[in-house]
């Protein structure tokens, strides 16, 4: 497989150490010892930050980069991996607090979901959309609410 | 015109948007250089143009079955069925490819809002059937919230199909099939 120019491995780099920050911090987020609707609704909160901070272009930027360029991707693909895991745990979490176990929503399963979206909503925030964003994030807040006083 | 937009289809395909010039299209379309702005007056306008096109004919197939007078498990299950056929055709390709480029030229972000708006409201419409199908309207999640949902994470599996990621997909598209199911038996 053809290794990463320096630029391209720069720009990895430079994604690499974004990531980990903003990791960090969702870490801490969801680590904490408080119901999950409060850690949703911490995660929601942090849109218009990481949006200002520009981590949702960089992500997108340096994606587009790497489709063209398979010796990059694996180190993406692991970028992916690590939210894709912390989404896993924090869902576990949520399933167990809201008794969902049988509901057929496993972690694994709505991990993608809901990283996909939250990845999609901010690409669309940078683009100027927000048609139909307020409605779902407002409807999952509900549901949320609707869990904790079952 | 047309070798142009298929050119630029092609090459946004197999190459990326980022290093696209005018006499790499011109090469590609077999044309004159000097055509590629006699036509379409910049290279950005005639990329805009091919993904315009290239979202008119995946419209068309998806409003068509949509369309149809089935019950929306089945429609679902097409659409999902879809997923290998537009991954080679390259669509979700050139629609990244464009995203991309728009967010460091904002001249290009209203086209792209266009192209996004143009699937939104065919899955308002769609969703919109499935609620009133399955009796969710008391859900709390109308067809425009689930719109913004459900376009964002299948655009999102197609990215991370195209990068070789798929932890999770077959999971997620077994659960709402099973779930989709569900609602049918009631």
Same mark, same amino acid.
């Given at each position: 497989m053809t290794p990463a120019a320096p630029v391209d491995e720069l720009l990895l780099h430079t994604l690499e150490r974004f990531t980990g920050r903003v990791i960090d911090r969702q870490q801490a987020t969801f680590a904490a010892d408080a119901p999950f609707a409060e850690k949703w609704r911490a995660a929601v909160g942090f849109i218009e930050q990481d949006l200002a901070t520009g981590y949702p272009k960089a992500w997108p930027g340096v994606e587009a980069a790497v489709l063209d360029t398979p010796g990059m991707r694996d180190r993406i693909n692991a970028v992916i991996d690590r939210w894709r895991s912390l989404l896993r745990d924090a869902l576990a979490a949520a399933i167990d607090e809201f008794g969902?176990?049988?509901?057929?929503?496993?972690p694994e399963r709505l991990a993608p979901l809901v990283m996909r979206f939250d990845k999609g909503l901010l690409l669309e925030r940078l683009l100027g959309l927000d048609r139909g964003h307020a409605e779902l994030l407002s409807a999952i807040d509900n549901w949320l609410t609707s869990w904790e006083t079952t | 015109v047309t070798a142009f937009l298929d050119a630029a289809e092609r090459l946004l395909v197999r %190459?990326?948007?980022?290093?696209?010039s005018t006499r790499q299209l011109a090469a590609e379309a077999g044309q004159n250089h000097g055509l590629v702005h006699y036509y379409f007056g910049s290279v950005d306008e005639l990329l805009l143009q091919a993904l315009e096109r290239f979202t008119g004919r995946v419209l068309e197939r998806q409003r068509a079955m949509y369309g149809a007078d089935a019950p929306f498990i089945e429609k679902w299950r097409t659409a999902m069925g879809f997923i290998e056929e537009d991954l080679a055709s390259g669509y979700p390709k050139v629609w990244a490819e464009l995203e991309a480029l728009a967010l460091d030229r904002p001249d290009m972000r209203e086209r792209l809002s266009a192209v996004n708006e143009s699937w939104r409201s065919l899955l308002r419409d769609a969703l919109q059937q499935a609620i009133e199908e399955y009796g969710l %309207?008391?859900?709390?999640?109308?067809a425009e919230a689930l719109a913004a949902l459900v376009m964002q994470f299948n655009k999102g599996l197609l990215t991370e199909r195209l990068l070789g990621f798929d932890r999770g997909h077959a999971e997620l598209l077994a659960a709402i099939d099973r779930w989709l199911t569900s609602r049918e038996a009631r």
């Open positions: 969902l176990e049988r509901s057929g929503c496993t | %190459e990326g948007a980022g290093g696209i %309207e008391d859900s709390g999640f109308s």
